[in-house]
């Protein structure tokens, strides 16, 4: 460890089994670890998946074509294309708290803090 540095604590809750399974599977999606998964979450983030396969050889057909001589249209077109892909599927947006909660209660029911017994 660097001097100076203290090492971050932790942080615990309870979860379900199938809560767990959740966070574990979404994490492996975004190709985090759940601890790192759950901390962007928290703080607002929504990871982007891990693209698929298919995604980089599009990207790669797309950067072809952008490198190769064209109409400053068809360029224009392609680096739309290109934006609009990259927003879409690679850049960490900050999600809105309204939203997250109707992801986590399915829309029904406000979240409520779990019973601590204090």
């Known amino acids: 460890m660097a001097k100076g540095k ?3 604590g932790g942080i615990f809750f309870p979860c379900t089994a199938a809560q767990r399974q959740k966070i574990k599977s979404l994490a492996a999606k975004c190709g985090l670890g759940q ?3 759950i901390l962007r979450r928290a703080l607002g983030y929504e990871p982007p998946a ?3 396969e298919v995604f980089f050889d599009i990207h790669d057909k797309l950067c072809r074509i952008l490198d190769a001589p064209q109409s400053p249209e068809q360029e224009r077109a392609a680096l739309r294309v290109y934006d609009e892909i ?3 599927l690679m850049e960490c947006r900050k999600q809105p708290a309204a939203e997250i909660i109707r992801e986590t209660t399915g829309g029904d029911l406000p979240w ?6 204090r």
Request: proline content about 22%; cysteine-free; hydrophobic content about 15%.
């Open 6 to 8: 203290t090492p971050a």
């Open 35 to 37: 601890g790192e998964y």
């Open 50 to 52: 891990v693209p698929p």
């Open 86 to 88: 990259s927003a879409r």
């Open 112 to 117: 409520r803090p779990s019973d601590s017994g």
